[in-house]
């Protein structure tokens, strides 16, 4: 028995955190999630490249295809590679079938000149024709210039805004600093300590496996009136996975719940990426809904089409040699396992 849906999205993605498996241990063990940002992902990101960047890409949407996701919302950093990122991240995704919503998050994190190239790579990508969205990496590594900075250059191109918001305890006054800024077009990602009664606009990322794994705790994202859809965070593509997961640890804080929410969060991503309504994806199993999957495992993708084309099928996408990406990828990743 076989079942189709649509194409999946992941609503939060960091496409080049897939070259940080068996990075080496960061110079000291961190405590706290502050330091897990200092001691690994802030290390990470400088050391990339646009070599680095495309093959991370190019397995980020491999393993997307793999887990039946097309569509990929991406938040991206590279402070000594900012100038055309987004260009090659696109351009990977699209090599392996698989459609991106890129944005580069600026920070204040290397000083104004980092955070004004940042903006200016946001600008020029969407003003060469591309779908994207400006990205903040969040309140607290930025100024209030900058957060009005990158609002600003989102109406005038009239895109919405990707941000992390109140994903640790260290971005609590988020709501303070991004009021009058939201609007319904902006992606608030994380927001586990956002209060239950904010003031911001826009969709919320609930990201489930991510939060847990830097104990950050648990955005309990029902208690939101904005809508929500479901992301990894950098965690792969699997949103199935993701499903799954945010169900249970919804339950775990409310026995009476069903899937039915998160499975509702998994469809929200069609109203980001509405273009992977038109994707098709024949699944091992059947019926792909919320009740049957929550206790069903190991369900795959046997074949996917984008625009009526079969980009993966018998177990490997069409486009691209799975082996030759994978290789591709594990060289850039021991060079930047090199440089840290």
């Not at 900075?149 to 009239?158: I, K, P």
């Not at 904010?198 to 950050?216: C, D, E, F, K, Q």
Request: charged share 20%.
């Amino acid at each position: 028995m076989t079942a189709t849906t649509p194409g999946l999205v992941c609503a939060h993605h960091h496409l080049y955190s897939a070259l940080a498996r068996g990075m080496p241990p960061p110079p000291k063990t961190p405590t706290n999630f502050q330091e897990i940002l200092e001691q690994i992902w802030w290390r990470l990101d400088t050391a990339l490249d646009l070599e680095m960047i495309r093959w991370s890409a190019m397995l980020g949407a491999l393993e997307a295809l793999e887990s039946g996701t097309t569509a990929i919302v991406d938040h991206h950093e590279s402070p000594n590679a900012i100038e055309g990122s987004l260009s090659t991240i696109a351009a990977a995704c699209a090599e392996v079938g698989v459609r991106v919503l890129p944005a580069y998050g600026i920070t204040d994190r290397h000083g104004a000149d980092g955070a004004r190239r940042g903006l200016e790579e946001n600008e020029r990508f969407i003003k060469e024709g591309n779908r994207a969205l400006v990205g903040i990496h969040a309140a607290f590594t930025c100024t209030d210039e900058s957060l009005e900075a990158a609002a600003a250059l989102a109406d005038e191109l009239g895109v919405g805004v990707h941000i992390h918001v109140a994903e640790g305890i260290g971005d609590v006054e988020a709501p303070q600093r991004l009021n009058g800024l939201t609007k319904d077009d902006w992606l608030l990602s994380h927001c586990v300590h956002l209060p239950t009664d904010h003031n911001l606009r826009g969709t919320i990322l609930h990201n489930p496996r991510s939060n847990l794994n830097n104990a950050v705790g648990y955005a309990n994202p029902v208690r939101f009136e904005n809508p929500v859809a479901l992301g990894t965070d950098g965690i792969g593509a699997n949103m199935i996975e993701s499903f799954r997961l945010a169900y249970v640890l919804q339950r775990s804080v409310d026995v009476t719940c069903g899937p039915d929410p998160a499975w509702s969060w998994l469809e929200t991503g069609w109203d980001l990426m509405p273009e992977a309504r038109d994707d098709e994806v024949t699944w091992s199993y059947d019926p792909m809904d919320p009740w049957h999957l929550a206790f069903t495992p190991g369900v795959r993708p046997l074949e996917v089409k984008m625009d009526g084309e079969v980009v993966f099928t018998d177990g490997k996408p069409t486009r691209v040699d799975a082996e030759e990406v994978r290789a591709k990828a594990a060289e850039q990743a021991a060079r930047l396992h090199a440089r840290l």
